[in-house]
């Protein structure tokens, strides 16, 4: 059964910090990976998707990298910001089945 | 456009209730999911359609819990005589492809409470 984890649970930083999110899972055979962010009461919003074939992904001051070797995908969060306080999770998709299984997330405060 | 839309947003029940939850997928995607959401917790999967077939169940946690999406498009997920332990947020997600695991796309969720 794949399990997800993700380390910290919580973080808090200085506004303009560089930021690495951690998240670990225990079946490397996976077909893609997706990070989201969930600000509270609302849903999850796409932020990354990487192929099992690729080993990062890049969207402004975002940057995702995956190794699937070691079940291992960090998230990259340049000059963090006060708008980027939110949960972030990961979600990997498995080779059988079509859904994804998600981490419990990291809570980010970005204070100003 | 518009997005995935859920309704109701808050839902409250005494235990024992009926409810039923509606999910709105963005027009044109064949996949719709249901998660549920426990507090402080990532989502779990519930149940996956491609377009009005249920493909797969496998995360209905029993038997009062039962979805359905009788013309491919708006999804509801109904869950019989609701149990405390049944209150989570449930979130709803479409995707386009059929391809596995493209891109999902969720809404706001309905946050259940049963009392």
């Known amino acids: 059964k794949q399990e997800v984890t993700q380390i910290p649970a919580a973080l808090s930083v200085p506004e303009g910090e560089n930021l690495v999110l951690n998240c670990s899972f225990t079946d490397s055979a996976i077909y893609n990976l997706q990070w989201f962010r969930q600000d509270p009461g609302k849903g999850l919003t796409s932020l990354l998707l990487?192929?099992?074939?690729?080993r990062e992904q890049t969207s402004g001051r975002l940057n995702a990298s995956l190794d699937k070797s070691s079940g291992r995908s960090t998230l990259y969060i340049a000059a963090s910001q006060p708008g980027d306080s939110a949960t972030y999770l990961c979600?990997?998709?498995?080779?059988?089945?079509?859904?994804?299984?998600f981490g419990p997330g990291t809570r980010l405060s970005v204070l100003p | 456009g518009a997005g995935v839309s859920q309704s109701p947003r808050y839902k409250v029940a005494k235990r024992g209730q009926d409810v039923a939850l509606r999910c709105d997928p963005i027009s044109g995607h064949v996949s719709l999911f249901w998660y549920q959401q426990a507090l402080g917790q990532g989502p779990e999967f519930l149940t996956y359609?491609?377009?009005?077939?249920?493909?797969?169940k496998s995360g209905l946690p029993s038997d009062r819990f039962f979805a359905e999406r009788p013309e491919g498009s708006v999804s509801t997920l109904k869950i019989q005589r609701t149990q405390q332990e049944d209150s989570a947020v449930y979130l709803c997600?479409?995707?386009?492809?059929?391809?596995?695991?493209?891109?999902?796309?969720f809404g706001p969720g309905t946050r259940l409470t049963v009392l």
């Open positions: 990487i192929q099992s074939s690729q």
């Open positions: 997600a479409s995707s386009l492809a059929r391809q596995r695991l493209h891109e999902q796309f």
């Open positions: 979600a990997v998709g498995r080779n059988y089945g079509q859904n994804f299984v």
């Open positions: 359609f491609q377009n009005e077939a249920q493909l797969d």
